[in-house]
């Protein structure tokens, strides 16, 4: 087997190939898109080997990871903290990081990350930008408030965007710029409102969402995880089972240690009083007469 170490940047694929043995096979660099990977994969074609790569996640390392999957390599995708932890470098480059990720797969010492499938990716992707959108939402909102602040003008509705609200910035005079700045803050809020809502109708449509599932399927394989396959995904039975899986609950709760009882308190000899102390010094350093 190759074990290959992937470095990817903006421009470049860095790529260094150690055989099975442990020993330096060749470093190269491939453009990062899908005619180079296919040359990088017809390149170490001629070897006849099985290749396991290994790459850091990093954004665009899902598209190496499904394109070099669908061409035939086994791709791992390595937790860029945990690959640091296991080996600090003193010079970190690209060549030298493709050096480190080809040696822990050569060692078995991968920290893999679990890649969701096609259709949690979209899903995640669908909630992402919405929280984008309701982010911007809020802002322009703000902007709003403050303006009405700048400008001495209070609130005395309880929603400023509902119905009742957009009559009162309707009738508020506002020098320009603000006007302006008001009224185009209120268009865009509709307009993200908008594309929120299609969000959540898109989100719970299930036949767009199998339509879309089965066709990211297609498109990338059946290499790639499946989450339904995932054994901790699996719903657990009733009966015996699930009681076999859960730690039993004590009958009565245990019986706590009562603690040692504390030492005594120390006591000293007491501390004469001050003015006891100055007669018996006063007695013993005055002279005796004859």
Same mark, same amino acid.
């Given at each position: 087997?190759?074990?290959?170490?992937?470095?990817?940047?903006?421009?470049?694929?860095?790529?260094?190939?150690?055989?099975?043995?442990?020993?330096?096979?060749?470093?190269?660099?491939?453009?990062?898109?899908?005619?180079?990977?296919?040359?990088?994969?017809?390149?170490?074609?001629?070897?006849?080997?099985?290749?396991?790569?290994?790459?850091?996640?990093?954004?665009?390392?899902?598209?190496?990871?499904?394109?070099?999957?669908?061409?035939?390599?086994?791709?791992?995708?390595?937790?860029?903290?945990?690959?640091?932890?296991?080996?600090?470098?003193?010079?970190?480059?690209?060549?030298?990081?493709? %050096?480190?990720? !080809? #040696?822990?797969?050569? +060692? @078995?010492?991968?920290? $893999?990350?679990?890649?969701?499938?096609?259709?949690? /990716? =979209?899903?995640?992707?669908?909630?992402?930008?919405?929280?984008?959108?309701?982010?911007?939402?809020?802002?322009?909102?703000?902007?709003?408030?403050?303006?009405?602040?700048?400008?001495?003008?209070?609130?005395?509705?309880?929603?400023?965007?509902?119905?009742?609200?957009?009559?009162?910035?309707?009738?508020?005079?506002?020098?320009?710029?603000?006007?302006?700045?008001?009224?185009?803050?209120?268009?865009?809020?509709?307009?993200?409102?908008?594309?929120?809502?299609?969000?959540?109708?898109?989100?719970?449509?299930?036949?767009? %969402?199998?339509? !879309? #599932?089965?066709?990211? +399927? @297609?498109?990338?394989? $059946?290499?790639?995880?499946?989450?339904?396959?995932? /054994? =901790?995904?699996?719903?657990?039975?009733?009966?015996?089972?699930?009681?076999?899986?859960?730690?039993?609950?004590?009958?009565?709760?245990?019986?706590?240690?009562?603690?040692?009882?504390?030492?005594?308190?120390?006591?000293?000899?007491?501390?004469?009083?001050?003015?006891?102390?100055?007669?018996?010094?006063?007695?013993?350093?005055?002279?005796?007469?004859?």
């Amino acid at each position: 087997m190759l074990h290959v170490g992937l470095d990817l940047s903006r421009r470049r694929l860095d790529v260094c190939v150690l055989s099975d043995d442990g020993e330096l096979v060749e470093e190269l660099a491939a453009p990062p898109d899908p005619e180079g990977l296919r040359y990088l994969v017809s390149k170490l074609a001629r070897h006849r080997e099985p290749v396991r790569a290994v790459i850091e996640s990093m954004t665009g390392a899902r598209f190496i990871h499904d394109t070099l999957e669908q061409l035939g390599w086994d791709v791992l995708i390595a937790d860029a903290q945990r690959v640091k932890g296991l080996a600090p470098v003193a010079c970190k480059t690209d060549r030298v990081d493709s %050096r480190v990720l !080809a #040696v822990l797969s050569h +060692r @078995n010492l991968v920290p $893999a990350i679990w890649l969701p499938d096609p259709r949690v /990716r =979209r899903e995640r992707e669908q909630a992402r930008f919405r929280l984008h959108l309701v982010k911007h939402k809020s802002m322009l909102k703000h902007r709003i408030h403050a303006t009405l602040m700048t400008f001495g003008h209070p609130c005395p509705v309880s929603d400023l965007f509902g119905l009742e609200g957009r009559k009162l910035l309707d009738r508020l005079e506002l020098p320009d710029p603000w006007r302006e700045t008001v009224d185009a803050s209120l268009y865009l809020i509709d307009y993200l409102e908008s594309e929120i809502a299609a969000i959540e109708r898109e989100r719970r449509r299930p036949s767009v %969402r199998a339509a !879309a #599932v089965d066709g990211a +399927r @297609n498109r990338l394989g $059946a290499r790639v995880h499946d989450r339904r396959g995932d /054994r =901790r995904r699996h719903p657990v039975p009733l009966g015996q089972r699930a009681g076999r899986l859960h730690r039993p609950v004590p009958k009565s709760p245990p019986v706590r240690r009562l603690r040692p009882p504390r030492a005594p308190v120390q006591t000293g000899s007491e501390i004469p009083a001050l003015g006891d102390a100055r007669n018996d010094h006063a007695r013993t350093a005055a002279p005796r007469l004859p």
